[in-house]
């Protein structure tokens, strides 16, 4: 897709190959946890994808990792991109073990904000952050999303209460 810039920052980039590829997305990629692409142009021969490389994919297009590195979580960070996610110096990288619902409340996400789970093996970018009630949208490509092609904006009340391991911010 062609993608818009609307400003010349890396957070910036970010967010607008997430709304580019995820319209995509939503219009014609299945989801699966095997055979999905490393880098988008290769996706679009199978157009399959999951959460971990909807994000990848995105990181790569916003010059903060090479093309074909990848990062996903399941009882840890892990993936060819993930030591380089945690020590470069475009992100902010923390380990807040808080609950979606209490990082909210107290103003501690924003939109961009990557969030990774361990228990729920799950990752997913902040669209919007509601501080009063700490709801949260996301940019999310898991399994549910995909088939009811809603990857952006999608509000999932069951990471309400689960714990965030793992959260980067993109600083530039």
């Not at 501690?108 to 093996?121: A, E, S």
Request: proline share 1%.
């Amino acid at each position: 897709p062609s993608i818009k810039k609307k400003q010349d920052t890396r957070q910036m980039r970010f967010i607008d190959a997430l709304e580019a590829y995820g319209r995509d997305i939503e219009k014609k990629y299945k989801y699966s946890n095997s055979h999905s692409a490393t880098t988008w142009a290769g996706s679009k021969k199978n157009h399959i994808v999951n959460c971990a490389r909807y994000v990848s994919w995105c990181l790569q297009y916003a010059g903060i990792r090479n093309k074909g590195k990848v990062v996903y979580c399941t009882n840890a960070l892990k993936g060819s991109g993930a030591s380089q996610l945690k020590s470069s110096k475009h992100t902010k990288f923390s380990t807040p073990n808080k609950t979606v619902k209490e990082m909210a409340k107290a103003g501690k996400l924003k939109r961009g904000d990557i969030c990774f789970f361990k228990d729920g093996k799950h990752t997913q970018v902040v669209y919007s952050v509601d501080k009063k009630t700490g709801k949260v949208t996301w940019y999310s490509a898991g399994g549910g999303d995909v088939k009811a092609h809603k990857v952006r904006n999608r509000r999932k009340e069951n990471y309400d209460n689960r714990k965030i391991a793992y959260l980067v911010r993109i600083t530039d």
